[in-house]
């Protein structure tokens, strides 16, 4: 499943990736550039308690403060299970002829900007990201994945070409399940690092949070990005 039937899906609808990164580039900037022009933006999207109390964490130079609070596996396993809702949300609701996906999709995007431009503002950025990004690089990665699953859904409903829209829709529910599917595993990793690891972000060594981040990042790119190439190639 993982070695070869995912790649081979997601090097046929790779086309629809390419939008979801798109679309997540496109959204994100929005909530970027909204939150830079509009002051109260931050707290209307992330909750004004939220804001204030990330505030007090950075001037007392604790930037990834948030991360700290619970216990390590508690907070994991609330973490797993938010984001595999999130994901579920983002392939499921591409039923809706792929514009739930879409409205899931900006409404997460604009958060993670807005939350970014926050922490810019603050001149927390550089320690914001050692801690976001060591389970981000899986977290939003596998985001992007399941709205391209999402909007694989969609466009089964909209185009379904020479067959019914009957089957165009079971063919299409199949292929981005599996897709979707194959996301799982990077967020319940991402979940673990952030109940475990984040927490830790500023007090490890730079280089260890340097090849946590990459690492990840270098893993899932080319499991969904250069792997399904190489698998094509192999089965073409």
């Given at each position: 499943?993982?070695?070869?039937?995912v790649p081979l899906l997601t090097f046929e609808y790779r086309r629809y990736l390419h939008y979801a990164f798109g679309f997540f580039i496109l959204f994100t900037l929005i909530g970027f550039i909204s939150a830079h022009y509009d002051k109260e933006f931050v707290n209307i999207i992330l909750g004004e308690s939220y804001v204030n109390m990330t505030i007090e964490n950075i001037e007392e130079g604790n930037a990834v403060g948030v991360y700290q609070q619970g216990t390590n596996w508690g907070g994991s396993i609330a973490i797993i299970l938010n984001n595999v809702q999130v994901g579920a949300k983002l392939f499921l609701f591409g039923i809706f002829a792929g514009i739930g996906t879409l409205l899931v999709l900006i409404y997460n995007c604009i958060m993670i900007g807005s939350f970014q431009y926050f922490f810019y503002d603050y001149g927390a950025l550089a320690d914001?990201?050692?801690?976001?990004?060591?389970?981000g690089a899986f977290e939003i990665f596998a985001m992007i994945i399941c709205a391209?699953?999402?909007?694989?859904?969609?466009?089964?409903?909209?185009f379904p070409k020479t067959y019914s829209r009957l089957t165009s829709f079971k063919i299409g529910f199949k292929d981005s399940f599996k897709i979707f599917l194959s996301t799982i595993p990077f967020t319940i990793v991402a979940g673990i690092i952030e109940g475990y690891l984040t927490r830790y972000a500023l007090v490890m060594p730079s280089v260890l949070n340097i090849i946590i981040i990459f690492g990840t990042l270098g893993i899932?790119?080319?499991?969904?990005?250069?792997?399904?190439?190489?698998?094509?190639?192999?089965?073409?």
């Open positions: 499943f993982f070695k070869t039937e914001s990201a050692k801690g976001i990004w060591m389970h391209m699953a999402g909007l694989i859904l969609g466009a089964s409903i909209l899932i790119t080319y499991y969904y990005v250069i792997y399904p190439f190489k698998v094509s190639k192999k089965h073409r």
